[in-house]
């Protein structure tokens, strides 16, 4: 059974920093891409920031030079390091692993909520 857990959401202020994990279970993580996404109230779900399985990154432009993807294949955890927060990332934060695009997998999410 695959699972992606999310953790380490929560309610900061506006300049603050959080760190989000996700652990994953049931796939072999070292194969998979992974992604955060998030989605907040009345808005389309949307891509934060991507890893591939070789490292490589990719970033929204909103989130560029404030937010940081990695992986530890050998706790099977994807991060997302997200400081200077500001009140416009508050949204639900979903973890997803990818495996081509036959395998996707999607976490439970995680509320992070940024207050000015």
């Known amino acids: 059974q695959v699972q992606l857990v999310e953790s380490g959401g929560g309610l900061v202020q506006a300049g603050g920093s959080l760190r989000l994990s996700c652990a994953a279970s049931g796939i072999i993580f070292s194969r998979y891409d992974m992604g955060w996404y998030r989605q907040a109230p009345g808005k389309q779900r949307e891509l934060v920031a991507a890893?591939?399985?070789?490292?490589?990154?990719n970033y929204a432009d909103f989130v560029k030079g404030r937010f940081t993807i990695s992986r530890e294949n050998a706790k099977n955890t994807v991060y997302l390091q997200m400081n200077s927060l500001k009140p416009e990332d508050t949204a639900v934060y979903y973890c997803r692993g990818a495996l081509y695009t036959k395998f996707i997998y999607w976490g439970q999410g995680t509320q992070v909520t940024v207050s000015s």
């Open positions: 890893i591939t399985t070789g490292g490589n990154t």
